[in-house]
C-alpha cells in the first residue's frame, strides 16, 4: 500500500493565511435596491464629503448613512465624483491668461484715467483766506501736481505692468549651460 504523502507546509501556508483571514458579515445585501436620483445625489455629496477627509470606500461602507448602498455602488460614486472633479478643475490655461491680461489691461487705461485727472489745477479760490506765504507753497505745490499728478496711480499701473510680465512669461528664469566649468588654480 503506497503511503500517504503529507502535504507540503511551505506550499500551503499561504492558503492556510487565506483561508484563516476573518470574514466580515456583510449585511447588506449583493444587490442593494436601485437609488433614485435624488437619493443618490445626497449619496454623492456625503461620499465626497468623507473621500476630502481621508476616508476610503471600505470605511466609508461603514457609514451609518450609508447601510443602504454597496461598496460597488460606494466605488462607482466615488468614480464619478472623481469624474466631475477633473471636470470642474480642467480650464484652458490660454483662456484664463487672455482673460486676466484683459482685466490689468483695463484697470491700466481706468489707472491712467485717474492719474490725468490727479493733474489738476488747485484754485486760488480754496485757499483765498490763507497768508500770503502759505499762498505761494500752495500755489508751488498745485503746479508741481498739474504737471506730474497724484504719483500713487502710477506706482499701482506699474504693479499692473508687472503683474502683465508675468502672465506673459517675461520674467521666467532661462537654463543657461555652461561651456567650459574647469577652473585652473595652478596659474
Do not use: C
Amino acid at each position: 500500500m503506497p503511503e500517504k504523502r503529507k502535504p507540503d507546509k511551505a506550499k500551503n501556508k499561504g492558503n492556510a493565511l487565506k483561508n484563516n483571514l476573518p470574514k466580515e458579515p456583510s449585511q447588506k445585501s449583493k444587490f442593494a435596491p436601485k437609488r433614485n436620483e435624488t437619493q443618490k445625489a445626497k449619496d454623492r455629496k456625503l461620499i465626497s464629503e468623507l473621500s476630502l477627509r481621508g476616508w476610503t470606500g471600505r470605511e466609508m461602507e461603514t457609514h451609518p448613512e450609508l447601510n443602504h448602498i454597496t461598496y460597488r455602488q460606494i466605488n462607482d460614486d466615488l468614480i464619478g465624483i472623481r469624474k466631475e472633479w477633473a471636470k470642474e478643475t480642467n480650464i484652458d490655461i490660454d483662456e484664463f491668461k487672455a482673460r486676466q491680461l484683459k482685466r490689468l489691461d483695463d484697470s491700466y487705461s481706468e489707472l491712467n484715467d485717474s492719474w490725468d485727472g490727479s493733474k489738476f489745477f488747485l484754485s486760488s479760490n480754496y485757499y483765498k483766506d490763507a497768508p500770503d506765504a502759505v499762498k505761494k507753497k500752495l500755489d508751488k505745490i498745485a503746479e508741481a501736481l498739474q504737471k506730474i499728478g497724484n504719483h500713487n496711480y502710477q506706482k499701482i499701473a506699474i504693479e499692473a505692468i508687472k503683474e502683465q510680465n508675468k502672465i506673459m512669461g517675461i520674467y521666467a528664469a532661462e537654463k543657461i549651460e555652461l561651456k567650459d566649468t574647469t577652473i585652473d588654480f595652478t596659474d
